[in-house]
């Protein structure tokens, strides 16, 4: 079907270029005048034409279709071959047949083997090559199968062609032939080949296989074919140029083994047509008959005054088309058919073909005269793989060209036959004796002896003393004594020494005629160097040297020997340029599944053979048949059951030309196709396509008035029996041509097609830019993430001035006079590095700054002097190096800003007193390299600190005592500010010298304190800190500012009333209630209550852990330890729990009941389990490992099944098109070209379709919202749908990795193909016949190939800017290029609509989920259009902005939801998530964000009051709402909720949903709320302590109990938060509130341990089925959360599951 649209196409091409075949009037009006009177004159027929305007012409199809009304599809283009014999296949149904008889090119070497020179009886050239044509009319099989099948034929070893190495293993390609895929089934439905072309002879090869071919030849001028010029007469004219394309059939030619372009050749109709120049001139010769009929049909209807349709361009085309096939008929039966099947009409008694109206005269069809619809007129098998191919027998090595004569006394001329380069004229003109010539060869090089002389010596001269010419004497005579023959010697005639058996018909040398004498463009033709290159001689001479030629030559005998031009010299592909036609012949026949020699005799009603004796009459009488036989016997065993009909059949030959059984099956194909053609020329009378006179005139037309009407040829000039050798034929041939006397045939050649194509260095250079390409994006994303980064630097520094301005101390200014922003570099040349601000002062201070946020601080009150370096090759650099501190590395952003810097550091030192110093390196690298880094002094500090708690090394005396701390580095190591009160009272203590530093041993005499020392020691170290005059008592005032210094550590503030309601309840507890000073009894008699905290206090230090005090037993009254802490749980981890559980149940003095009461006595809820008799856990580790994966397995169980489903249906697909590739498409030639690499490639490629299909449905968040809120959320965790997305995008990314590594494998494989198989195999994919595709062309020049390219470039684009790097630091770049994905799924439709390999698949698995996301985003964009008001902005401490939002008309959500938002002053397509903090019972929406980003910052500055002076709020567009795990809550009967930093908002809402809904009595599964807020500082997210204490009060029934954690410090037990602990519980005892927030939570001092908290919570509901564990903020957070939940899933009790969402 693509190649008639395509040639339908080429027809309508051919029809819009029409134009370029026009003809000038006058000159057409006597090139026709000259046809019509030659015409007349020539033929001698004045034909009266049929002008009757009621005739309504039938034109008979291209495609051969109707020719038979009864049954249209008889005779129809692309049908399959008629059987006429039991099919012979291997298994019976499409193996090869034959498997059991000898190797072809055995049976061709062994038995049609012999030297040529031995004429044909009466055949001429011309015959041989007209029949050539006949059979390319009505026969072409020639087109491998598609997919290709090759049956590649073993060469013998040592084969002097094919394998003259003796390298064996060596095989001749061999594909076998096209068939019809609706056979090969069964035995009862065998392989049945097809035949291309029409059997009818209907001009297929004049006109083409297709209207759209005929179309394309067409001039459309005059009814005429196009030519080369159309005002030349018909004997210059040759075909037009094939500009359009035609494929026609273009193998290399083996003379110069390349391919040419299909453009070279001319216009003709059959495909096959430009195969050798003798064909082609049969083609010109009926081209030129065409435009003579046409062209006298204009001259007729001119003269007689005809109009209407014999005007028009179509009728006179088809009427002349008519006559043309009429003219071929008549000819081709009339004139060639009986000199070819003289043998058969012999035995019918007959001279010419039996007539048309009479009994056709064989067996299979009485009783039926004329055209006889039940005829079926296909190719029979038989006929087309053996009988018809008999011509082969008789072509010529080459063929004669004799130049045109003036007069019939004009000496006939022959041109040369062999250039000097032939081997054997060449050996004779080097070794004989005799005069020299002046004769020169092709390359001007003389020859020593004219060829006139040395062909007469070797075809007359040389007989043996019988008389006959033996080849072996010859060759004798060739090698050995050739020097001692004197060619100038006289001679007489005599016969050919070329026949290799007697032949007493056999002509001698022409002594009448000159051979060699014609100019040198007459050369002989050579046939197998000739092969598609055809047009050369024809376009040096015209074509009527090649009719003279064939004309005046003798065809091959007709017998068992083969030219080896065909047999060994064959044109080949490009891999193997030469082949054995013979061999072909054979294979071929098998192929077809023909059965032997003796089954299709009988099918033919003929007698079977018993033995080969019975091939050929001349058995015993000739002794070249009996020796051929013989050998015969011996290939076949002497089994002639066995024998191929090829090779037997030819044996039947005699001198009347096909034996028996060829005669037969050539007859009754002939005659089948001549009655079974309703257009049968004959059958004028009942098809009406002639009148009687036009039909007489058809007649009346010999071969020889052909050429005369059609050429310059003259009557003199030719026989007037073209196709006959007689004593009559003009110019009869000088000697037989012979292989011996031409040039030789190029050698055979192969080709690497994979090197040739340049395959073996594109493929790596591509793969070699895609790599290169990878490694650009990965360098682009780092690239926009560093100027993100930077950007973000630049924007917060400069919007965070204001801040900066509440730091005391003068800024640093840059050359333009701004504040300066520079690079500190942290660790040198390997290390990270930070955006600063520097101040200055006050007093002797250096500040390193950003956004008001204080870095580092460089104390320089001990510093003298100060090292500046800097780097010459760049001067951005600057380093300051202060002793016992780590260096200052600054890079600046502009060269003027260094100096700049340097100047005012000079100046700032030169007024507090330090001295400074200046050094310069060559290099930047000198000066990164010997910097002392926060990095170098970090690894002091460790050794540092690990010594003070390693006695062993003190005892050594390995440490070095010399170590000194200062005052910053001492804060840091503690967690504080260098400027807090506590450690200004701490250092001073500590600092026993002075010096400003804290040395070794200092530090070490506190250190054993804290970590041996008892109570009333640490009670003491605190009471002297603050003893500032060391009185040896501790004023009240003095109390109270020790409290404040501790408060200050976690940046908590009291009001003064509330101090003093502190200390005074204190003072009074204790009864000091009238002391004002304290002794140190006093104080530790005011501290009994808190020993135990005391004994555990220790001073935490972020670099090293100090180890724990082991303590024998706990205090009374403490709770007992779970069983399975009490052997690992320190004393530290033993008091944590003790004070968690402490305070984990403080309720206000309202609560008169325990919770547990509170929730006995409320209706709506049912009662939580409480344990009466905890279980015994389990220790053992199986045990434990068991319970951890069931537990997994338990809470991870619809993740679990669906990722397993989605694996499972992956798998499935994979392997369903693995197994489709390896098993199902066998047929379709991919899987054995690529092996199993294609199974692979195709499976991948699947799963591809099928991954990237389901990311759409993770995509549509408004669909997965909807159905959370169904039943469907119980089945399906549609929480985990960004992981999911992740998990399946990895999937997919994999099986887009192993396609595309897959298919660089497996073009390998491709490339190595020929571009004919590649055809077949990619049929979607056209190219002309000389391109050989090569990678670039695949890749660049298919849909599928360039679109894969394109592909690949986006999928790595958005996979590398979908990592958590990007993400986090090219935000925006991650956002635009996962848009990319609309440019991906498009170009995944145009990958599969190339079609390259199989039908698109990829619509299957896209549909749904397109429409599901289509559908979802049509949701997503009409919530778009909606603007929603910001009613009010607040601007909150730490960055955080809340927007109060009038909540749009019917916009519902539930708690925990979220909505995307875009700013309409901002870019108002761009859209951030958020969530909503409000409620859903409010009746405004509210959202808090937190200015961490660029376009965070940016809200927070579009929505600040002080910007706006005024002007209203900038609208939002609000896309959602969007679910996710959090608003789970209620479906667990206890809910643990754990919030950091921003990611407390969803629990706004959720904690404000949850008292409302309780409230109002809702009845809901959750019985009891835990709320963990994580948070640095108390003032960090001071608007959520408002939020709680909406909750407190709302929370009348005691759900929710909630703890705040404040991170300050590290460690809850630490002595700095001892004392806070002791006020907060003596606050909370008296107020029932939080003396640092004013809520009824409690608040705790330090991390939270989740593990142990849970675990306790796991034994007050240990017979709960499930706690929710819900958890939002850094990952830092959640993953300790989910360590937590693990670690405690392990033991029995209920299972912790954990939903997380990270910020």
Request: hydrophobic share 40%; glycine share 6%.
């Amino acid at each position: 079907m693509g190649l008639k649209l395509m040639l339908l196409f080429l027809g309508l091409l051919a029809l819009a270029s029409a134009k370029s075949y026009t003809c000038d009037s006058q000159i057409c009006e006597n090139i026709v005048s000259l046809v019509y009177d030659t015409f007349r004159n020539i033929s001698g027929v004045n034909i009266t034409f049929n002008v009757s305007k009621e005739t309504n012409y039938e034109w008979e199809s291209y495609d051969g279709w109707y020719h038979n009304l009864a049954h249209p599809d008889w005779g129809g283009a692309d049908m399959p071959l008629e059987r006429k014999e039991p099919a012979a296949y291997g298994d019976g149904v499409y193996e090869i047949a034959g498997k059991d008889r000898p190797v072809t090119v055995l049976i061709s070497n062994m038995t049609q083997f012999g030297f040529t020179g031995n004429g044909s009886m009466t055949r001429t050239g011309f015959f041989i090559f007209f029949g050539q044509q006949v059979v390319e009319d009505m026969l072409d099989v020639q087109l491998p199968g598609c997919i290709p099948e090759y049956e590649n034929m073993p060469v013998p070893k040592c084969h002097p062609l094919f394998d003259p190495n003796c390298q064996s293993e060596r095989y001749i390609p061999f594909l076998r032939s096209r068939y019809d895929f609706r056979t090969g089934y069964s035995p009862g439905n065998p392989r049945q080949q097809l035949n291309e072309i029409t059997p009818w002879f209907d001009g297929t090869l004049i006109y083409g296989p297709a209207k759209g071919w005929a179309d394309a030849l067409r001039a459309y001028t005059r009814g005429e074919l196009a030519a080369n010029n159309q005002n030349y007469s018909l004997a210059d004219q040759v075909p037009a140029m094939n500009t359009i394309g035609l494929p026609y059939a273009n193998a290399p030619p083996p003379a110069n083994h390349t391919l040419l372009s299909v453009n070279r050749f001319w216009t003709i109709g059959n495909p096959r047509g430009n195969e050798n120049p003798f064909l082609q001139s049969m083609q010109i010769l009926w081209f030129r008959v065409h435009n003579m009929w046409a062209r006298y049909l204009v001259k007729y209807a001119k003269e007689n005054n005809l109009g209407g349709q014999w005007l028009d361009d179509e009728f006179i085309f088809n009427r002349a088309r008519q006559f043309t096939i009429a003219t071929h008929q008549h000819i081709v039966y009339d004139e060639w058919m009986p000199i070819f099947l003289r043998s058969k009409l012999l035995r019918l008694n007959r001279a010419t073909i039996p007539e048309y109206e009479s009994n056709p005269g064989y067996s299979l069809y009485y009783g039926r005269t004329g055209y006889n619809p039940s005829i079926n007129p296909q190719v029979a098998h038989a006929f087309q793989t053996a009988a018809m191919r008999f011509g082969h027998t008789m072509v010529t090595p080459g063929i004669w060209r004799r130049p045109l004569r003036n007069s019939s006394n004009d000496t006939c001329l022959f041109g040369s036959t062999a250039t000097k380069q032939n081997s054997y004229l060449k050996l004779i003109n080097e070794t004989a004796k005799g005069a020299k010539t002046n004769s020169t060869d092709e390359a001007g090089d003389p020859w020593q002896y004219p060829m006139t002389q040395i062909a007469k010596y070797l075809t007359n001269n040389f007989n043996n003393a019988s008389g006959t010419g033996q080849h072996q004497d010859f060759l004798s005579w060739l090698f050995n004594d050739s020097a001692n023959i004197n060619i100038n010697s006289e001679v007489a005639p005599g016969e050919g020494v070329y026949n290799m058996y007697k032949n007493p018909n056999q002509p001698s040398f022409n002594k009448n005629y000159t051979y060699g004498d014609a100019p040198a463009q007459y050369f002989s033709v050579r046939t197998c160097n000739s092969y598609f290159n055809p047009q050369a001689p024809i376009i040096a001479t015209n074509v009527d040297p090649l009719f003279l030629g064939m004309a005046s030559q003798r065809c091959e005998h007709e017998d068992f020997v083969i030219t080896p031009d065909l047999r060994g010299n064959v044109f080949g592909p490009l891999d193997f340029s030469r082949r054995d036609l013979m061999a072909i012949n054979m294979q071929r026949a098998r192929d077809h599944g023909l059965p032997d020699y003796n089954t299709i005799r009988a099918a033919f009603g003929l007698p079977r053979l018993s033995g080969f004796e019975q091939l050929n009459p001349y058995y015993g009488v000739r002794a070249d048949v009996t020796e051929n036989i013989e050998r015969l016997r011996e290939v076949y065993n002497n089994d002639v059951n066995k024998c191929d009909m090829w090779t037997c059949g030819i044996l039947e030959t005699t001198d009347n030309g096909p034996g028996t059984l060829f005669s037969e099956v050539l007859f009754d194909q002939f005659m089948r196709i001549r009655h079974g053609d309703r257009f049968w020329y004959e059958n004028w009378r009942e098809n009406l396509m002639f009148t009687e006179s036009e039909f007489y005139a058809i007649k009346n037309l010999t071969m020889k008035k052909i050429l005369l009407l059609i050429t310059n040829i003259k009557d003199f000039d030719i026989s007037d029996h073209p196709f006959e050798f007689t004593n009559d034929t003009v110019c009869p041939q000088p000697f037989q041509l012979t292989e011996f006397f031409m040039d030789d045939c190029t050698a055979l050649q192969g080709r690497d097609y994979y090197a040739d194509i340049g395959s073996d260095w594109m493929v790596p250079f591509i793969w070699g830019l895609v790599f290169i390409y990878i490694a650009i994006v990965v360098l682009v994303m780092f690239v926009i993430a560093s100027y993100n980064k930077h950007t973000r630097a630049k924007l917060f520094a400069h919007n965070d001035r204001k801040k900066g301005r509440n730091i005391a101390g003068d800024d640093v200014q840059n050359s333009r006079g701004e504040i300066l922003l520079a690079t500190e570099e942290k660790s040198g040349l390997k290390g990270t590095s930070r955006h600063v601000n520097i101040k200055l002062g006050p007093g002797k201070r250096i500040v390193l700054h950003l956004g008001g946020v204080v870095q580092r601080t460089v104390d320089l009150e001990k510093q003298k002097r100060m090292m500046i370096q800097t780097a010459v090759d760049d001067p951005l650099y600057c380093l300051l190096r202060l002793s016992h501190e780590c260096d200052i590395i600054l890079r600046c952003q502009e060269f003027a800003d260094c100096p700049h810097l340097i100047e005012q550091l000079r100046a700032y030192c030169q007024r507090v007193g330090i001295e400074v110093n200046t050094e310069s390196f060559e290099k930047a690298k000198y000066l990164l390299r010997g910097a002392f880094t926060k990095k170098h002094r970090q690894e002091q500090l460790e050794e540092f600190f690990k010594s003070i708690f390693q006695e062993q090394a003190l005892a050594s005396g390995a440490v070095d005592l010399e170590y000194e701390l200062t005052r910053q580095e001492f804060a840091e190591a503690m967690s504080l500010k260098a400027d807090s009160l506590f450690v200004e009272q701490m250092f001073q203590l500590i600092d026993a010298d002075g010096n400003g530093f804290i040395s070794f041993q200092e530090f070490l005499n506190m250190s054993v304190i804290f970590s041996k020392g008892s109570p009333e020691d640490k009670l003491k170290l605190m009471f002297d800190m603050y003893d500032a005059n060391k009185s040896g008592f501790l004023h009240r005032d003095q109390f109270k500012k020790m409290l404040k210094s501790m408060m200050e550590l976690v940046n908590a503030t009291v009001s003064a009333e509330q101090m003093d309601n502190l200390v005074e309840t204190m003072f009074v507890a204790a009864g000091f209630q009238n002391k004002q000073e304290l002794t140190l009894g006093d104080f530790n008699l005011l501290l009994r209550d808190h020993k135990e905290e005391l004994s555990n206090a220790r001073m935490q230090l972020t670099t090293i852990d100090v180890p724990d005090i082991e303590v024998k037993k706990e205090l009374p009254g403490a709770e007992a330890t779970p069983t399975r802490y009490q052997k690992r749980e320190t004393a530290t981890a033993r008091a944590s729990r003790t004070v968690v559980r402490a305070y984990a149940r403080t309720q206000a003095p309202r609560a008169k009941k325990s919770v547990t009461d509170e929730l006995d006595s409320n209706d709506n809820v049912a009662d939580i389990p409480t344990v009466k008799d905890k279980p015994t856990f389990k220790f053992g580790a199986i045990s434990r490992r068991w319970n951890v994966f069931t537990r997994y397995v338990e809470n991870m169980r619809l993740q679990i099944f669906y990722l397993s489903l989605f694996f499972l249906i992956t798998a499935g697909i994979f392997v369903e098109r693995g197994y489709y590739y390896s098993t199902e498409t066998e047929q379709g030639g991919l899987r054995r070209i690529a092996g199993y690499g294609v199974t692979i490639t195709r499976g991948a490629a699947s799963g591809m379709m099928w991954t990237y299909s389901v990311l759409l449905i993770t995509m549509s968040r408004n669909f997965i919202t909807y159905l959370r809120e169904t039943p469907f959320n119980y089945y399906v965790p549609f929480d985990s749908y960004i992981a999911f997305h992740k998990i399946v995008a990895f999937t997919a990314l994999l099986f887009t990795i192993t396609h595309c590594i897959g298919h660089g494998l497996n073009f390998y494989h491709i490339s190595t193909e020929t571009a004919s198989d590649l055809s077949c195999i990619f049929r979607e994919v056209y190219y002309r016949t000389h391109y050989l595709p090569s990678f670039l062309y695949w890749l660049f020049l298919t849909m599928t190939g360039f679109s894969a390219f394109l592909l690949t470039l986006i999928v790595i684009v958005i996979f590398v800017f979908a990592t958590q790097y990007a993400r986090r630091y090219a935000f925006q770049a991650f956002w635009f290029t996962h848009h990319w994905y609309v440019l991906f799924y498009i170009f995944m439709f145009l990958h599969g609509s190339g079609r390259l390999v199989q039908d698109p698949l990829f619509g299957n698995f896209f549909l749904g989920p397109v429409c599901v996301y289509t559908l979802d985003k049509i949701i997503s964009v009409s919530r778009k259009k909606v603007s929603v008001s910001v009613t009010n902005a607040d601007m909150l401490p730490s960055g955080v902005v809340a927007l109060h939002m009038k909540r749009p008309t019917g916009f519902e959500f539930k708690a925990g939801q979220w909505v995307r938002v875009a700013c309409s002053k901002l870019n108002p397509e761009e859209y951030h998530p958020f969530t909503i903090s409000s409620a859903p019972h409010e009746e405004e929406m509210t959202m808090h964000i937190r200015a961490i980003g660029p376009w965070t910052h940016n809200i927070r500055e579009v929505y600040d009051p002080a910007n706006l002076q005024g002007a209203p709020y900038p609208k939002l567009s609000i896309d959602g709402p969007f679910g996710e795990g959090h608003q789970d809550w209620y479906q667990f009967d206890v809910a643990i909720l754990v919030g950091a930093g921003i990611g407390v908002t969803p629990f706004s809402s959720i904690l404000k949903d949850i008292v409302h809904k309780y409230n109002i009595g809702a009845r809901i599964q959750c019985k009891k709320v835990y709320f963990l807020w994580v948070t640095r500082t108390q003032k960090q997210y001071e608007w959520f302590t408002d939020v709680i204490r909406e909750v407190e009060e709302a929370d009348t029934k005691g759900l929710v109990e909630m703890h705040i954690f404040i991170t300050q410090l590290l460690n809850k037990f630490d002595l700095r938060t001892t004392m806070l602990y002791a006020c907060e519980r003596h606050f909370q005892k008296l107020s029932g509130r939080s003396l640092f927030t004013g809520l009824r939570s409690v608040t705790h001092f330090g991390r939270p341990d989740f593990k142990v908290f849970f675990d306790s919570l796991q034994e007050d509901h240990f017979t709960l089925p499930k706690v929710g564990v819900f958890s939002c903020g850094p990952p830092s957070l959640t993953n300790a959360v989910e360590d937590a939940c693990s670690a405690t899933n392990r033991f029995e009790g209920p299972a912790f599951v954990h939903h997380f969402e990270n910020f």
